[in-house]
């Protein structure tokens, strides 16, 4: 069936786009349907401090998932590309890679908490949540079949994953369980997707017991990826730190309305990850065969990005009241704070797009660069705007970081060239230019 025409789309490439990324998104989208509705019944049933309590706990977690996981989904999927009868060494490599760096990520958030504790927020929550960096090396098999376009695999896994998860919740809420329970619901999400990533790669014939480790590989994996190590540990910091700042500065009740916020607001931030996942051996065959046809997709790409994150931007800076209203009058007075925080998906749909580009031209370490400058200006914006304006304080804050990152390359002669095809995307001077020419 032809997709009919949109004045701006090449049809050929927005077909291409939606047969690539068809069923990862529609996964995407019924797993953010299922958790919208569990964490609307979970926020109305935890109290704004409890929900603050849990909030801090898992925090700690995203500020260490970049060592755990090492930065090497998207190298893994290139190199599966690349080598693909090398399947088992490259998956037992990186799946024993991802296990060491997740034990390892243990006594680094103990560390961590000891120097700058969340207010409110037992260790032993943190505890629980720290074994997740060990269970996510499963998600190397994710890697696996995008690398065979073969999402709807991946689909199934996280759409039962999170039924299962969404009903445990519901059953918690319904027997009055105490918050150390959510806890232990919270942290099984993650057991729930890795044993679906098991059974869905030995059910379609292979077997998790022939991957091999390889000294050598793995060398030369972190050869590629440290950079990215050290940038996911900086996106880690300007995304989730603002999160840590507010629980400590404001109380657990501020941080736990400013939860819902980043909930809302950041639960559309899957859709680039899946557009430029699947989109990136596309992008990297272009290279290697006609870099002007390489460099239209990356402009379409950008233009792609701002198409998506724009309306809903627009959309939900006017009706974040009446998602409160719906979501839980309880939150209410954080709506002013999710129309300002929403914004900063534009910028990170262009810089989850940008970052391909990156990858595909081996300027990996400007990624260290970027993000480092975006932990920083979040960190330094926060510890002035908390104090004063709370939560819309770290909102802002975000927002300029997110900015200020995704436009970093405008600084960088070698990719500045990025920055300007960026910016005609943001500013629908593409658009414009494709409607002319028609």
């Not at 109380?251 to 939860?259: I, K, L, N, R, S």
């Not at 990152?405 to 095809?421: D, E, N, T, W």
Request: with cysteine; charged share 15%; hydrophobic share 50%.
């Amino acid at each position: 069936m032809r997709i009919p025409s949109i004045p701006g789309f090449d049809q050929q490439a927005l077909e291409k786009y939606f047969k690539n990324t068809g069923m990862t998104f529609v996964g995407k989208v019924g797993s953010l349907l299922i958790k919208l509705i569990v964490n609307i019944a979970v926020a109305r049933y935890l109290s704004k401090d409890k929900l603050g309590i849990i909030t801090g706990g898992i925090t700690y977690i995203y500020l260490f998932s970049a060592i755990a996981t090492l930065g090497l989904d998207q190298f893994i999927v290139k190199e599966l590309h690349q080598f693909p009868k090398n399947r088992d060494r490259i998956l037992g490599t990186s799946f024993w890679m991802k296990v060491f760096a997740g034990i390892a990520c243990i006594p680094l958030i103990w560390l961590c908490f000891q120097i700058y504790p969340a207010k409110g927020t037992p260790y032993t929550y943190v505890l629980i949540f720290s074994v997740i960096g060990i269970v996510q090396a499963f998600n190397v098999i994710d890697s696996y079949f995008q690398s065979e376009v073969q999402s709807k695999y991946i689909m199934q896994v996280q759409v039962t994953g999170n039924l299962l998860s969404a009903a445990i919740k519901l059953v918690l809420i319904y027997l009055e369980m105490p918050l150390i329970a959510f806890v232990y619901a919270y942290a099984l999400d993650f057991f729930l997707l890795a044993t679906g990533y098991y059974f869905t790669y030995q059910r379609k014939g292979r077997n998790i017991f022939n991957w091999v480790y390889s000294s050598e590989l793995a060398k030369k994996l972190l050869q590629y990826s440290w950079p990215l190590i050290i940038s996911g540990i900086m996106v880690s910091l300007y995304m989730k730190i603002d999160q840590l700042m507010i629980q400590n500065i404001s109380g657990t009740e501020e941080a736990g309305a400013y939860a819902t916020v980043a909930s809302l607001s950041e639960a559309w931030n899957f859709i680039p990850t899946v557009i430029v996942t699947t989109l990136f051996p596309a992008i990297l065959n272009a290279r290697r065969d006609d870099l002007e046809r390489y460099k239209k997709r990356i402009q379409n790409l950008y233009g792609l990005m701002v198409y998506l994150s724009l309306p809903a931007a627009i959309i939900i800076t006017f009706t974040s009241h009446l998602i409160y209203k719906v979501y839980t009058p309880e939150y209410a007075y954080a709506a002013p704070t999710l129309s300002v925080h929403i914004w900063s998906g534009v910028f990170v749909f262009l810089g989850a797009a940008n970052s391909q580009y990156l990858i595909a031209e081996g300027y990996v370490k400007l990624t260290f660069w970027r993000t480092g400058f975006g932990a920083i200006v979040n960190i330094v914006l926060n510890l002035i705007l908390i104090p004063k304006m709370g939560m819309m304080g770290a909102a802002i804050a975000t927002l300029i970081a997110y900015a200020g990152s995704a436009f970093f390359v405008l600084l960088i002669p070698k990719v500045s060239r990025q920055g300007v095809m960026m910016l005609k995307a943001l500013f629908l001077i593409s658009l414009f230019q494709k409607i002319i020419k028609r």
